[in-house]
């Protein structure tokens, strides 16, 4: 066995892998080292990392030339292999989404609740922003972001307590999560859209949001509990 990749739990025996096969052609080396790729894409619950793929496949072995061989094999297939929080997922495609709908009554990656407007800006917000604390979070709007809603997003696994702020006091700031990146299917934060690509599809406004009016009208929402904004 010309290279072993070891993996093993507590108290379990360890698992040898051949992951080199030089005992095999090159077509056929590359044919088990795509099957291999895809099989642990596919057992995984969650995106699968560059470096768990590399366990499983020789260390010359390129992974971007595996996905695509593997993305050109899934073309007519209803499912797809998509790069999205730093790994890769099999993930339904779109197009078929009324169909799970119909089947299961929700499509795949639709089980987390449904966001409110309220919760959507402030995630926006998060996001391009980050790390950001509560207080610069109720500048931009000009209101008081509530704990409650912070919690909600925190609850979903959309954010994250980040770095402590050098402000005065040291308030926790807020970041995005890996599960953010799936939920949304990025890859990175560098795929959120510019603020150029926003504004010109009306969108947003960065003079609106500097000014803490992020959306036409938004300023005007009544100020109740029922809009999440307020803090009791």
Known sequence: MSEASVRRKPNEQPVLLDT????????????EWMGRVEAVIFAASEPVTRNVLARVVGKN??????????R????GRPYELVAVAGGWQHRTKKIFGDAIRAAFGTAAGEGAKELSQAEALILMCIAYFQPITRAELSS??????SRDLIGVL???DLIASGPRSP??????????????????????????????ALEDAGLLSKEKLLAGNIIPGFADVEE???????DE
């Open 20 to 31: 080199e096969l030089d005992h095999l052609p090159p077509e056929l080396r590359w044919r």
């Open 61 to 70: 072995c390129n992974l971007e030339l595996i996905i695509d061989d593997i």
């Open 72 to 75: 050109a094999e899934l073309a």
């Open 140 to 145: 931009f709007f000009g209101k008081e972001v």
């Open 154 to 156: 925190r609850a979903q």
């Open 167 to 196: 402000q005065p006091g040291a308030p926790y700031t807020y970041v995005t999560t890996k599960n953010f990146l799936s939920q949304f299917g990025l890859d990175t934060l560098r795929q959120l859209p510019d603020f150029e």
């Open 224 to 230: 109740d509990g029922a809009n999440g904004f307020l």
